[in-house]
């Protein structure tokens, strides 16, 4: 299926803005878009998947991007309405977002799945590349604190990400196995990208999917570029709490830290200019290092990103 495209592995907020640099210097039939889907829920009786729902508000130009989640021109009388009820209130949906989780429930209660109901969706906001869920079954990522274990969103949104961190039970402890359309966009890609997404919970849900990590590493060694771009910058996450996860976890957040992670799968690892000091230590895990600004601020950031990161290939 995806003979020659791209295969890129993203979270929420910044897989998703590198998403809509990729998408915009690529056909659309050339990249396909493997989405996390441990941090989905079910709330108020909807499914909500944050990190599919960031990349097809970001796709369609929708994305608040202030905020990094949810859509532009929200409005919050429904949350008005269910805090007057006294209703959970902890999980902001804004009225546009919620026809997102009804019509995605709807979907999904009538037995379609979940990528298939996301390919309606994205199809119907006007999304040319494949958003793949990276599973179809339930996948939940669970944190382990030092309180004990917390639900993804629980930890995420209600807790402020603030207890300290011990580890992570991926997919709620039983492994899952990828869709079939990720396993066919991983069957002959030109190249696999890995977003500037938290490697703890947004890409390793990813990898930890039956099979996935050892085809990656197959791939690699067979000579396809399997590129990942830093998110940690100048020793800090650009966003969220990964910089806090890794410390917790007892490593410095560093670039090397993030290659260390990575080096069993990736051919190159692309550092921010402010990171140029580490491509030594980067390279003599045996992965390449090239340098060039990664934060991205604007539009032209993202395409630029997108550009330098496909030249690679
Ligand atoms: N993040 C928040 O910090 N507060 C919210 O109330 C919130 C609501 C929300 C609703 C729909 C959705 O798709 C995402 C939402 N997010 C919210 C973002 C989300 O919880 C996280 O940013 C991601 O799960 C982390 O990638």
């Not at 998403?19 to 499914?47: C, K, M, S, W, Y």
């Not at 359309?181 to 977003?195: D, H, N, R, S, T």
Request: aromatic content about 6%.
């Amino acid at each position: 299926m995806s003979g020659g495209g791209i295969t890129y592995l993203s979270g929420g907020v910044g897989g998703a803005k590198l998403a809509l640099g990729l998408a915009r210097v690529l056909p659309p039939e050339d990249l396909a878009i493997i989405a996390n889907t441990g941090d989905d829920f079910d709330h108020l009786g909807l499914r909500i998947c944050p990190d599919i729902d960031t990349l097809v508000y970001t796709l369609s130009e929708r994305a608040n991007l202030a905020q990094g989640w949810g859509r532009q021109d929200e409005s919050d009388g429904f949350m008005t309405a269910m805090r007057e009820l006294g209703g959970p209130d902890w999980f902001f949906l804004g009225d546009r977002d919620l026809a997102m989780h009804v019509e995605r429930t709807r979907r999904m209660r009538s037995g379609e799945r979940l990528t298939e109901v996301t390919a309606a969706l994205a199809g119907a906001l006007g999304i040319g590349p494949r958003i793949l869920p990276m599973t179809d079954t339930v996948a939940p990522t669970i944190i382990e604190t030092v309180d004990g274990p917390v639900a993804f969103q629980d930890y995420f949104v209600r807790l402020r990400a603030a207890p300290a961190v011990t580890g992570f039970t991926l997919h709620g402890g039983a492994p899952q196995t990828p869709t079939a359309e990720v396993f066919a966009a991983l069957e002959e890609p030109a190249m696999v990208i890995i977003g500037p997404s938290n490697p703890f919970i947004s890409i390793d849900p990813i990898l930890h999917l039956g099979g996935l990590r050892d085809r990656l590493r197959t791939l690699r060694d067979g000579g396809i570029p399997v590129v990942a771009v830093s998110p940690i910058v100048g020793g800090d996450a650009i966003k969220g709490p990964t910089a806090k996860m890794f410390r917790e976890l007892g490593t410095d957040p560093s670039v090397t830290a993030v290659a260390e992670r990575y080096s069993d799968i990736v051919s190159h690892l692309v550092l921010d200019t402010a990171d140029a000091g580490a491509v030594g230590t980067v390279t003599a895990l045996g992965i390449q290092a090239p340098v060039t600004p990664t934060v991205m601020r604007s539009v032209e950031d993202r395409i630029a990103l997108a550009r330098q990161v496909l030249a690679l290939g």
